[in-house]
């Protein structure tokens, strides 16, 4: 009995001196301690309309018979997916975002004649001219416009249209046979001209654009 008594008595003494053992090994924490704060990451840059839309602001731009104009392309006050041209011997028109960030679709629309606000619901004023359809392009990394008026928008691949660079497209008009009872001789139909521009140029940077007011 004896020996038990003794067995358990040192077994216990035994795992007595392996937790005291364990917890003078743990560090002492001094009573003034404190962590240190973790670091904080910067915080993003708020990005400005030009960020977001790079089409906006103005430009000098050439057409294929080398006339220049200068340029400037504004947001819709109301709609940001619409942007205001205006500096084009065309007239005032409107376009449409179509692909982000800065590929927009020329809808055929009379073209306004209200240069103090650039509204779709205000600009009511018609000047009495219209535009055909057309693209417009702004390449980013290049600095580029590429703006076609009297094509067709590809919905497929909207740069296309400046690949061919033409400044006019001719269709045939199917002509009717006329008889004329007096000269006994047939009329045909002549040749209809659909006139399509292309301007391209380079956008005049202002430093203050990407800087926040």
């Known amino acids: 009995m004896n020996k038990i008594y003794i067995f358990i008595f040192t077994i216990a003494l ?3 001196s392996v937790a005291v053992a364990q917890t003078s090994a743990a560090p002492e924490i001094p009573k003034n301690y404190k962590p240190a704060p973790k670091a904080l990451l ?3 840059v708020e990005l400005t309309e030009n960020d977001v839309f790079p089409i ?3 430009y000098e731009v050439i057409n294929e018979k080398g006339e220049s104009s200068n340029i400037s392309i504004s947001n819709d006050v109301e709609n940001k997916g ?7 011997v065309e ?8 692909e982000s960030p800065a590929t927009y679709k020329i809808f055929p629309q009379k073209l306004s004649s209200d240069e103090s606000l650039d509204s779709m619901t205000a600009s009511k004023k018609s000047s009495g001219k219209s535009i055909e359809e057309g693209t417009i392009i702004f390449d980013k990394e290049l600095n580029k416009i ?3 008026i009297g094509n067709k928008y590809n919905e497929k691949d909207p740069s296309l249209v400046f690949n061919k660079l033409k400044n006019d497209t001719t269709e ?4 009717e046979e006329i008889r004329n009872s007096k000269t006994n001789k047939n009329k045909k139909g002549k ?7 292309n301007y391209t140029g380079s956008k005049i940077l202002d430093n203050n654009l990407n800087q926040k007011p």
């Open 91 to 98: 007239g005032k028109f409107y376009a449409y975002l179509k």
């Open 42 to 44: 910067p915080m993003p």
């Open 191 to 197: 040749k209809a001209e659909t006139k399509s521009v």
């Open 82 to 88: 619409v942007i205001w041209i205006r500096g084009l």
């Open 14 to 16: 035994f795992g007595f």
């Open 56 to 58: 906006l602001g103005n």
């Open 172 to 175: 045939e008009v199917a002509g």
């Open 146 to 148: 590429y703006l076609n």
